[in-house]
């Protein structure tokens, strides 16, 4: 191989790996200060509200980073809280739309009707997903209310970092 084909040839397998590694750096990723944010949004609703909650958000491959229960939740509303977020994350959709879907606007059927039957999947209202402009975050689960209260306390949570989703 001639010296100039083989700098060539080097020059672009370098050129190739920067990109991808400024690919990586620019990708955003939520982080655990950002969490913690989200959830002190949702309890200063919940507070406002007299609402005992809890709070769970996970990142964009639908694991925990950050949990909180407040004083006298229900204890169920742990486990809630989390499928919720894990459920938002994994389809980047509202749980509230998952309601809709299994059992209609109406109550009377919806499109997806076996998507309530699912082991694990829950269909109330109160998983939010979240992002930036361009990249998925992860999202947010509140239960402990009734969902549309769930889903109130959650959307707060996202508005207390919405000057950080940019």
Known sequence: ??????????????????????ALDTTAVLNLETAKKMA???????????????????????????????DG???????????????S?????PTSLF??????KDK???LAPGLAELPGFVTLAG???FKTSKDFLG??????GYPNEDAECAQAGIDAVKSLLK
């Open 40 to 70: 002190a949004g949702c309890q200063a609703k919940a507070m406002e509200k007299g609402w005992r909650m809890s709070i769970t958000i996970v990142d964009a491959g639908a694991n925990p980073v950050y949990f909180q229960r407040m």
């Open 89 to 93: 994350a994994k389809m980047q959709m």
């Open 127 to 129: 998983g939010i997903p």
């Open 73 to 87: 939740a229900y204890i169920a509303s742990a486990e809630l809280s989390q499928l919720k977020a894990e459920n």
């Open 1 to 22: 191989m001639k010296p100039n084909h083989l700098i060539m040839s080097l020059a672009i397998t370098l050129s190739v790996m920067s990109t991808q590694a400024r």
């Open 139 to 144: 999202a947010i689960g509140v239960s402990g």
């Open 108 to 110: 009377k059927g919806g």
């Open 99 to 104: 309601e809709e879907f299994a059992y209609g």
